[in-house]
C-alpha cells in the first residue's frame, strides 16, 4: 500500500487545485441494534472544512467556530486522521486546515468522523484521488481513536461512502453498502453532552445467550428489510436489547421521545451513536414532520434546550463543494 502511493505520488505540489471545500454530513451510527457495525450519512447538518496545500512540510489547523477544539495535529481529530494518511505518501506535502463545525461535539451525531473523513477525502482529491475510499475510512478511523479511545468506523464508513453501511469487519476492514428504501429521518438533539467514551464504559462486558441471539436476529431483519424495501420488517428490527437499556439512562426524556413517535407512525428508532441524539425513521416526510412535533413537546415539557432536524439520507458522503486554484 505505500509503495503504490509513493509510485502515484511525485510532486503533490505541481498541477491542480491547491485548495478545496468539503461538506462532511452528520452520520446515525448503530441504528438501534447494530452497535459499531451500521451506520448511515444525513444530509443535515453537516460541518464545512477547507482544505488547501502549503509550500511547507506540516499541518496547521484553525476553527471558525466556537467549539474550543485543540488545534494541535496530534490532539486534533482531523490533524491525527491526515498523519495517519501522509505517513503512506512520499514526501508529503504540508497542510492547511479549517474547520466550521456545524456537528456539535458530543452530539451523538458523528461530530469527531465528519472530521476525520472531511479532511482525509479533502487531502486526498488534492492529492490526485490516490487512496480507495477503504484507505480514506482506514485513515480516519485514527481520528476516532482520538476521540474515543478506540477505533470503530460505524459512523466513518458512511460519511466516506455515503448511504447505510454495514462494517462486516474492522481488521481487516469489509464495508458493505447497502441499498435502502426512501426514508425520513427526524432527529432530536437535546443541549446535553454525552461523550463517547464515557457512554462506553457504562457497558456491559457480557451478554446473555438469549439476548444475543435476539439482537443478531434484529440486525439480520434490518438489513434484509433495508435491501428488500419492506418497511415494516425495518420497524419491527429496530430494537436494541443490549446497548440502549443501559444508554437510555442517560438521556432525559428518551422513553417519552421513543413511545410517542411510534405513536405518530415512525418505523421505529432510537439513540444516534452513543447519544443524547434520538433519530426516528419515518416512510413519509409528513410522519417525520408529526415525530418532530412530538419530540419538541418531550423537551418543551423538560426544560431542555434542544434542536431538531427532518431530513433523508445522504447517499454522497463527503462532498467536494468547490476547488480553489
Known sequence: MKEEAEKKIASPLGAGSRGVKVFAPATVANLVCGFDVLGMALHRPQDLMSVSLRDEPGIVIQHSDGYQLPVEPEKNVAGAALLAMLEEVNNPPGFDITIDKRIKPGSGLGSSAASSA??????????????????????????????????????????????????RSIFPLDIVQLTAPPLYVTVVHPQIEVRTADARQILRKEVQLKNAIKQWGNIAGLVAGFMKNDYGLIGRSLEDVIIEPVRSILIPGFDEVKKYSKEAGALGGGISGSGPSIFMLSREESTAQQVEYVMTEVYVKLGIEFKTYVTTISYDGVKVVADEE
Do not use: C, Q
Not at 480514506?136 to 447505510?164: C, Q, T, W
Open 118 to 167: 472531511g479532511v482525509v477525502v479533502a487531502a486526498n482529491h488534492l492529492l490526485g484521488n490516490i487512496f480507495s475510499n477503504e484507505d480514506l475510512v482506514r485513515f480516519a478511523m485514527n481520528g476516532e481513536k482520538v476521540a474515543s479511545g478506540v477505533k470503530h468506523a460505524d459512523n466513518i464508513a458512511p460519511a466516506i461512502y455515503g448511504g447505510i453501511t454495514l462494517i
